[in-house]
């Protein structure tokens, strides 16, 4: 059965400092992933996703994240963090074709110091 | 477009009450979602519909009813409600091969 590991609960970064997410899958094939925000009190958007093609994948915000099949990672990244990224992430995987039938990770909440 | 809707915002109910959670899509989109989220599990699948009439469950359906009677609409209901039913609720909508499903604003349950 597909699964996504957020390995982080928690993670606190200084304004201005370098961010990463971690995101571990599993999945019987090549699957596509997701990266949503989901901040204070409002439902999730999307901020980036893999299809196919170029590994490294930029999304809106100044994000980025990287696929590594080897490894069944898709980290987030971001090089400077600003106040307003404080918020929950959430990694998410599914079937090649479509975000039909999504699983979600149990997202990881992102503190930023001023 | 307004997108994905739901109504209401919050809602606390007394254990055993039942009530509905309405949801409602502009964007002519097949797919319909329920889910729930919980502090600390992201979220879990609770029933999903591929077109009007047609309605599965996901991962957690027990205590819940949904129906889907039109193409924009995706009720979801409790009957007797209880305190683990306290939650945020999401509807979620998307064609089939698109890129991202669209996410409503949410609905805070509290069971008391």
């Known amino acids: 059965a597909q699964s996504v590991t957020q390995p982080d609960i928690h993670i606190t970064v200084s304004e201005g400092a370098s961010l990463e997410l971690r995101c571990n899958y599993s999945?019987?094939?090549?699957?596509?992933l997701f990266w949503y925000v989901q901040s204070p009190g409002q439902g999730l958007q999307l901020l980036l996703k893999y299809f196919s093609g170029d590994t490294l994948v930029q999304g809106i915000k100044g994000f980025e994240a990287e696929f590594k099949r080897s490894q069944s990672s898709f980290n987030l990244r971001k090089p400077s963090v600003h106040w307003s990224d404080a918020a929950e992430y959430f990694c998410?995987?599914?079937?090649?074709?479509?975000?039909?039938?999504?699983?979600f990770g149990k997202g990881t909440k992102l503190t930023v110091n001023p | 477009n307004a997108g994905v809707t739901q109504t209401p915002k919050f809602r606390i109910l007394k254990i055993g009450q039942s009530m509905t959670l309405q949801c409602t899509q502009d964007m002519n989109h097949n797919y319909m979602y329920w889910y729930r989220q919980d502090p600390g599990m992201g979220l879990k699948l609770i029933y999903y519909s591929v077109g009007a009439g047609i309605t599965d469950k996901g991962e957690v359906p027990n205590g819940y009813n949904v129906s889907r009677s039109t193409t924009e609409d995706f009720p979801l209901r409790l009957e007797l409600a209880a305190p683990s039913q306290t939650s945020v609720y999401f509807c979620?909508?998307?064609?089939?091969?698109?890129?991202?499903?669209?996410f409503g604003p949410g609905t805070r349950l509290l069971v008391l």
């Open positions: 979620a909508s998307v064609s089939r091969g698109q890129e991202t499903q669209y």
């Open positions: 999945y019987g094939a090549t699957p596509y």
């Open positions: 998410a995987v599914g079937p090649q074709g479509g975000s039909e039938k999504l699983v």
